[in-house]
């Protein structure tokens, strides 16, 4: 019998794309090449639509970035799972090797040098190459280059290895949704991580309720987008996806569902909380139910509500199960009315072809009303920032002279915005007659890694006592998996944040999600307010708002203190330049 072809969906094909980018630079390929891809892999990420129907329809060129060289090999890819140039390529390197570029201290480079005189191919053969010197004495390395990549191997180990939510989160969903259509299921849920929202995923899981979980573990063994079945028994399975991702799946009696979806979903420490408090109550808590220790008498089991109440809680949202407060808030009944996607009024942070966005301001107003938006901050690099466009006075002229004429034909606002640069002084670009002329701005630092933690701070603090400077983008200046944060004294930045009226971003690109819950729910003790946009540099990046949205609420957040939250005249009136003594 022919092989049956996996299904690809678009994280799977972005992933294969990104792959091939970096086996490009590896080997040395021209840089417009080797980016070509990686655009296109954000592109297709970013995409709404499903990649199968762009493809059924010969859609697929709407991609930005994709033209029909990168068509072809997409539909190439969905056919038979390549295409001719990634052939090429690993026939000549091992996919494999890809993993090495993101160890910090390994480039490309450093990759294809590693793998040439060494044969390294994975970061297991960087790791063994290390303990016996070899890396050390490669000429161009030397022992602090050495030192450099093992510790790049431990952050590697905590944070690389893992996918992030936005490639995650739409699996698990196009997972639970074909299993829960099975006549044999009567429920399907993502849980583990991926439902708490977490910034990055190890394996994602799938609880399934069903009375005939052998046909549950067929199904799952079968599914589309299965490469390779890891492991199956009678009421799990594991298999490993187009995407490269690990998915398990459990199946579970319809009357536990309830308690095994909260056993599933809970962080360890969460559980561990829970299973204190339910022993004070003379009860046990398992993934089958709430049992009476005395006699053994289960009383509550088949909702996720029913087991938080049977230890006298609130249910608290997945998003913040992680013992963090959230049982104490549960018990006491004062949990927080978290925000949501339908909350979100306005996106506050977006790019356009007038720096180094892809879309024009008339394709991301077009977004903007496509998501029933009332605003949209056009927030282009400013002038210090020249290596991607950085606008001077007149290209600002003109850029407001076309925000008005768009406001003029109705729809969603554009704000006549500015994403600054913070020099290593702490001041920002243009002078203050400028920034007065605009209705927002968000002030980043976009340098700085390595300062010590007092010069960055300083920088941060010195920018949000411009009267003028109304949000601090992605604070941290964190690209998960890649870069690590600026070292910040975010208890200082928090206080000052809430001191001077300066709201704190939650950039919701994927690859940021910056803040992060941690520091939000120190911005939030200390009193700021936040902000949330997509960073988008392409209009259909402004679907990810989700995930800003996801991380707000790992963070505490409610639509009180989010100010695209608000009706637009609320939100500019809550800005630091409009708020009066």
């Known amino acids: 019998m022919e092989p049956r072809m996996p299904e690809y969906d678009n994280p799977a094909i972005a992933a294969i794309l990104d792959t091939t980018a970096d086996l490009l630079e590896i080997a040395g390929a021209d840089r417009f090449r080797f980016l070509s891809y990686h655009k296109a892999a954000h592109a297709v990420r970013a995409w709404p639509e499903d990649i199968n129907t762009l493809a059924t329809e010969e859609r697929l060129t709407d991609i930005p970035g994709v033209g029909k060289k990168l068509a072809a090999n997409i539909a190439s890819i969905l056919a038979r799972g390549s295409f001719a140039e990634f052939d090429e390529l690993t026939a000549e390197l091992p996919p494999t090797l890809v993993a090495l570029m993101q160890v910090p201290g390994v480039g490309p480079k450093k990759a294809r040098t590693l793998y040439d005189r060494l044969g390294v191919t994975s970061v297991d053969d ?5 303990a016996e010197g070899k890396v050390a004495a490669l000429q161009g390395f030397g022992d602090r280059t050495a030192a450099n990549i093992a510790a790049g191997i431990i952050s590697y180990r905590t944070f690389g290895a893992r996918a992030l939510l936005a490639d995650a989160l739409p699996l698990a969903e196009k997972v639970a949704a074909y299993l829960r259509a099975l006549p044999s299921a009567v429920s399907a849920e993502p849980a583990g991580s991926v439902r708490r929202g977490k910034e990055t995923v190890g394996d994602i899981d799938v609880l399934v309720a069903s009375l005939d979980p052998s046909a549950i573990m067929e199904a799952a063994r079968t599914l589309p987008i299965v490469t390779r079945v890891i492991a199956s028994g009678e009421t799990k399975t594991s298999v490993e996806t187009t995407a490269g991702l690990q998915v398990d799946v459990r199946v579970v009696a319809p009357d536990e569902w309830g308690a095994a979806l909260q056993y599933f979903t809970g962080s360890a420490e969460h559980n561990v909380r829970v299973r204190e408090i339910a022993k004070g109550l003379g009860l046990k808590v398992t993934e089958y139910g709430v049992f009476r220790i005395d006699t053994g008498e289960r009383c509550a089991s088949d909702t996720e509500e029913a087991v938080y109440a049977a230890l006298g809680m609130q249910t608290p949202p997945p998003e913040l199960r992680e013992n963090a407060g959230e049982i104490e808030s549960a018990t006491a009944g004062t949990l927080p009315k978290l925000i949501t996607l339908a909350d979100i009024r306005g996106d506050l942070h977006c790019h356009t072809t007038a720096t180094d966005g892809k879309s024009t301001l008339e394709a991301n107003k077009a977004k903007a009303a496509e998501l029933g938006y009332e605003y949209l901050a056009i927030t282009d690099h400013a002038w210090g ?3 991607v466009g950085g606008l001077d006075l007149d290209d600002l002229e003109r850029q407001w002279a076309r925000i008005d004429e768009l406001n003029a034909e109705g729809g969603p606002v554009l704000l006549k915005s500015i994403e600054l640069n913070i020099d290593e002084k702490g001041e920002v670009d243009y002078p203050d007659e400028v920034l007065a002329r605009f209705d927002i701005c968000i002030a980043s630092l976009h340098s700085g890694w390595g300062q010590p933690r007092e010069v960055g701070t300083s920088r941060l603090l010195r920018a949000m006592e411009n009267r003028f400077v109304d949000i601090i983008g ?12 600026i ?5 200082a930045v928090c206080a000052k944040a809430a001191e001077t009226g300066t709201a704190l971003e939650i ?8 803040l992060s819950d941690v520091h939000l729910r120190m911005a939030l003790r200390h009193g700021a307010r936040i902000s949330m946009g997509c960073d988008a540099h392409e209009a259909s990046q402004m679907h990810f708002m989700r995930y800003g949205v996801s991380t707000a609420r790992r963070g505490w957040v409610t639509p009180e203190v989010t100010l695209n939250a608000h009706p637009l005249p609320e939100m500019l009136a809550l800005l630091k330049r409009n708020r009066t003594a």
């Open 487 to 491: 070292d910040l004294d975010m208890e």
């Open 507 to 514: 950039d919701a690109y994927p690859d940021r999600l910056d």
């Open 474 to 485: 992605h604070p941290t200046g964190r690209i998960l998996r890649r870069r690590e944060p």
């Open 126 to 130: 960087l790791e063994a190459a290390l």
């Open 385 to 387: 920032l020249r290596m």
